[in-house]
């Protein structure tokens, strides 16, 4: 049954009732708003004749003539010529006839949260969060994993103290960990997170507030051929008064639970007094031996821990590998200007130069009187972090971008105050795949413009990407004295400024 | 302590933020998922963190989902408004949130001035406006009432309702009969042909519906499980909320034998009835909203919850409540849907958002379970996959999977329920919502169908309120 007839105007109609055609209404809606769109096309239905639909048509002028069932499709257009007509209905049978391309399966929805992350993965299979979004937003993906039962690593920053200690709270409850916040090292069954050295898996755990001291630790121990089971970060804030070591804890207690350690180490900066005795107290309560590795005045020396580590395991103490640069004649009465990227390796710098060279300025001093303020490049002893989260805002670790320090290192050369210079290198997973690459040409020009020792603490391994030796022998070859151990390289450069100890 | 197997052998990883991480990682063989994290859609950072620390959320939150999905439904009466929920006279109940006449749309204008013909307050529709512009008749929202309506939801005392109960907790919700499609009151069609239709359903189809259902029960027989319904639609193409036609011809079905059986009532008059439900494909929506009722509201007023338990729209005003703030609203300006159209009604012609069935978003099907029918993908010119990716989306804004509601083409996986307002601000997804869309003047009727969300605002407030609710628990 059709229908073609002039109405109104110029305008043409054609209203069909088909038989035996039956197409959904959804496909018919798309089909009557395609043919509507087209020019010359005033009004269109292509539907099912049922009664609503037919009233429908009424209403827009196109009843069908003669009885109509729910079971036919009515089409039914009105357009604006006779050529206009015939293209839309050919449209309409275009329409109808269309297939929907296959798009293959659903793109996959990607995971909003750590969450959603977690939810995909197998409950038994061990698992690990890591968050570096934001600080003011760690606390929620964070909460998320404690949430899941899982242990999470927070590398941000900016993470108020109050959320660092719900976090914690939070985890011991369900037995998990919060590494960090602030947690730029661990090392979980041989998976290196952040920045992390290659090291050989062995029996040593390492509880670690200090990321760059866990380096330094685990490195001189894979030197002495002792490997590690685990380095557990807890953030730099976690043995302060207000955080009370509950990561410490927690992290102890995993370990002395965990078949594969056999020993622990406690690598730290300065801890609070309390706090540092309740984990001694804690440690003496298990069954795995916990050695401190914590800095402080009376034990200021990462590598003597780490010594009488070995000692304890009956291990004999290597020399730890070094290149010792020209012979330089010591400059007494030089200043000590130590540009460090690690701040646990600054302190260690600082705790050990003191006593023979007395105050030490710093960004980040040992007490408030030394404080350094903005002028990094101010005259006498001092010591820099370069990653003092005041100095990393906007840009990326000094380990990563070393323009800073590299800008430091030109405005020493340029001083005519004599000094020695004392820097830290590290190497291992998330730091720059080349540092000396970026360094040598500095220490070259700087000590072609004037005399600068320049001795420098390169931590690493053979095993990582840069590879200690090649590393060490770059800096060598530009007069740099290196030294695996930052004692060892601290105490050269007092000697160079003849305040040896 | 073993911290959850996490010393046992390598980890995986599931990452979020700067990717250096994840290449490091990857360099080692090491099993990485990264995470699309981006900063959240609203909400201050500080009441994130609240909510996100707030001890009491995880276990009431748990509590909410456990007992939604405990909840059942079984439809154990048919009773006029005036009876069961005492809906006095010259009041009528509407959809959403607390609207008065001066800000009702279109299509809720229309539905209250046929409420009230129908009732016979007044005698035309100048008389009616008057009545209702003047407070001589009381608004209502349903949901104050353990009632839920479509479109503009407009009950008035003399109409039908479906009795719902929780055998679980003995709760009741209510809902009245759906009318079909097209010209009808929830639209805002109140024409005769509209009166019509109400009186008949007033007459005979409630009279004959409520014997039914009391008779099948008095003869012994279970009350019908709606909710056990409402399970099998998904299996056949339907998401419960735009689409009923599966749900709708298992009532017809379950229903029938006990509609022939009624006595006293013209055979004329019985086929009539069955001819009516089998003819509206939306017939089971009006028994699938208050089953979604039933088990959000036993959610309802538990302490640090941030789940919803209330999606609802006016037409004006589009309004959410969270079981950790009881009966409160947090409203926003509804949003216009998104869709296809009837016949050669267009965009201009849509009112904005209506209906208390988002309620069946709020339980986790409707738009939530888009996956089961593709069909209503189309509506917004869309695929098959972009159905599947938005029920995966959905997972993400939830809480909790509902085995009972399974999603075939999922792989059975249960539809995700329990929207979280925390994860609704971190992800910056609003929920999906199916919806009908009514004429924006009153009297048209039905013009289309489509897509819509609510606006943000609502849970922006939301989240404000509980985070503030969190730190002074």
């Known amino acids: ?501 | 302590m073993s911290l959850g197997n996490l010393l046992s052998g390598p980890p995986s990883i599931v990452a979020a933020g700067v990717d250096v991480f994840s290449d490091a990682l990857r360099a080692q063989g090491a099993e990485v998922a990264d995470v699309d994290w981006r900063p959240p859609g609203f909400g201050d950072p500080a009441d994130l963190a609240a909510l996100a620390l707030d001890s009491r959320r995880a276990a009431a939150n748990r509590t909410a989902v456990e007992r939604l999905l405990a909840a059942g439904s079984v439809l154990v009466d048919v009773r006029p408004a005036r009876e069961v929920i005492g809906l006095a006279d010259r009041t009528l109940l509407h959809s959403g949130p607390p609207l008065t006449w001066e800000a009702a749309s279109g299509p809720m204008r229309g539905a209250l001035v046929g409420a009230c013909l129908f009732e016979g307050w007044a005698a035309d529709v100048e008389e009616a406006e008057i009545l209702l512009s003047t407070g001589a008749v009381t608004l209502d929202p349903c949901h104050h009432h353990r009632t839920v309506g479509p479109m503009a939801g407009v009950t008035s005392p003399s109409m039908w309702m479906w009795c719902l109960e929780d055998p679980v907790t003995g709760g009741q919700a209510f809902c009245n009969l759906n009318e079909g499609l097209g010209k009808v009151l929830r639209m805002g069609a109140f024409n005769e042909e509209v009166q019509v239709r109400l009186r008949w359903m007033r007459d005979v189809l409630g009279p004959v519906l409520s014997k039914a259902v009391r008779g099948s029960i008095d003869a012994g027989n279970d009350p019908l499980d709606v909710k056990a319904v409402l399970a099998q639609m998904l299996q056949m193409g339907d998401e419960g909320h735009n689409r009923n036609r599966a749900g709708s011809l298992m009532a017809l079905r379950e229903l029938s034998p006990s509609i022939v059986a009624v006595e006293g009532v013209p055979s004329s008059d019985i086929a009539a009835v069955l001819k009516f439900i089998g003819g509206n494909e939306h017939f089971f929506l009006n028994l699938g909203m208050p089953t979604a009722k039933l088990a959000l509201d036993a959610a309802r007023d538990v302490p640090g919850s941030t789940m919803l338990t209330v999606m609802s729209r006016n037409g004006t005003e589009f309004g959410i409540q969270t079981a950790g703030t009881g009966d409160r609203w947090f409203t926003g300006p509804a949003n216009t849907p998104v869709g296809l159209f009837l016949g050669d009604y267009g965009p201009d012609d849509a009112n904005p958002d209506i209906g208390d069935s988002a309620i069946m978003e709020t339980y986790g099907i409707g738009g939530f379970a888009m996956a089961a029918a593709p069909a209503i993908v189309r509506f917004v010119g869309g695929t098959v996959p972009d159905a599947l990716a938005t029920t995966e989306r959905m997972y993400q804004l939830t809480l909790t999977e509902n085995p009972a509601m399974a999603i075939p083409i999922m792989g059975f996986r249960g539809s995700p329920t329990g929207i979280d307002v925390l994860k609704v601000a971190r992800t910056g997804w609003l929920p999906q919502i199916n919806t009908g869309m009514a004429g924006r003047v009153a009297g048209t009727g039905q013009v289309g169908a489509g897509l819509v969300q609510p606006p943000q605002q609502c849970f922006e407030q939301a989240l404000a309120a509980l985070a503030e609710e969190a730190r002074t628990a």
């Open chain 1, 1 to 501: 049954m059709s229908s073609s007839a002039p109405a109104g105007g110029d305008a043409t109609v054609s209203v069909q009732l088909r038989s035996g055609v039956y197409a959904d209404s959804v496909k018919l809606m798309q089909v009557s708003r395609r043919i509507g769109a087209r020019d010359g096309v005033s009004a269109v239905l292509v539907a099912m004749a049922t009664p609503l639909n037919l009233e429908l048509a009424a209403n827009m002028g196109l009843a069908p003539d003669g009885d109509a069932s729910p079971e036919q499709l009515l089409i039914a257009v009105r357009a604006d010529d006779d050529a206009a007509l015939a293209d839309a209905l050919a449209d309409v049978d275009a329409a109808l006839a269309e297939r929907e391309r296959s798009t293959g399966t659903a793109t996959a929805v990607a995971h909003r949260t750590v969450g959603a992350g977690l939810d995909e993965l197998a409950p038994e299979a061990p698992a690990l969060a890591i968050v570096s979004v934001p600080g003011q937003y760690a606390v929620a993906e964070a909460a998320d994993a404690i949430a899941a039962g899982r242990s999470v690593l927070v590398f941000s920053d900016g993470v108020p103290v109050e959320h660092e200690v719900a976090l914690k709270r939070a985890a011991h409850d369900a037995g998990v960990l919060v590494m960090g916040p602030d947690c730029g090292t661990a090392i979980v069954s041989g998976v290196a997170l952040g920045f992390a050295n290659v090291v050989r898996p062995g029996p040593v755990g390492l509880v670690a507030a200090s990321g760059t001291g866990a380096q330094q630790v685990s490195c001189l121990l894979d030197m002495a051929g002792v490997g590690v089971s685990h380095v557990l970060g807890v953030g730099g804030r976690d043995l302060s008064e207000a955080v009370g070591g509950l990561a410490t804890l927690d992290a102890l207690a995993a370990l002395d639970a965990d078949p594969a350690t056999e020993r622990v180490l406690v690598v730290s900066k300065p801890p609070a007094p309390s706090v540092a005795a309740a984990v001694t107290e804690f440690a003496d309560g298990l069954s795995v031996p916990v050695r401190s590795a914590a800095l402080s005045a009376e034990t200021p020396d990462l590598t003597a821990a780490v010594e009488a580590l070995l000692t304890d395991m009956g291990l004999d103490v290597p020399v730890w590998p070094a290149r010792p640069g020209p012979a330089e004649a010591a400059v007494p009465g030089a200043a000590l200007k130590g540009l460090y990227s690690g701040g646990t390796l600054a302190d260690e710098a600082m705790l050990l130069a003191s006593p023979a060279l007395g105050g030490i300025r710093s960004n980040t001093p040992l007490e408030p009187g030394l404080d350094l303020g903005t002028d990094l490049s101010a005259s006498g002893h001092l010591v820099v972090d370069f990653g003092d989260d005041a100095l990393t805002v906007g840009r990326a670790h000094p380990m990563i971008d070393p323009t800073l320090r590299l800008e430091a290192i030109a405005e020493l050369a340029a001083s005519d105050e004599p000094a020695v210079l004392l820097l830290d290198v590290v190497l291992g997973h998330g730091a720059d795949p080349d540092p000396a690459g970026a360094l040598v040409p500095a220490l070259r020009a700087a000590r072609e413009q004037r005399a600068l020792p320049v001795v420098v603490a390169l931590i690493g391994t053979e095993g990582d990407p840069q590879g200690w030796s090649a590393q060490a022998d770059a800096l060598a070859a530009a007069g740099a004295s290196v030294f695996a151990s930052n004692a060892a390289a601290t105490r050269y450069a007092l000697r160079l400024l003849g305040a040896a100890s």
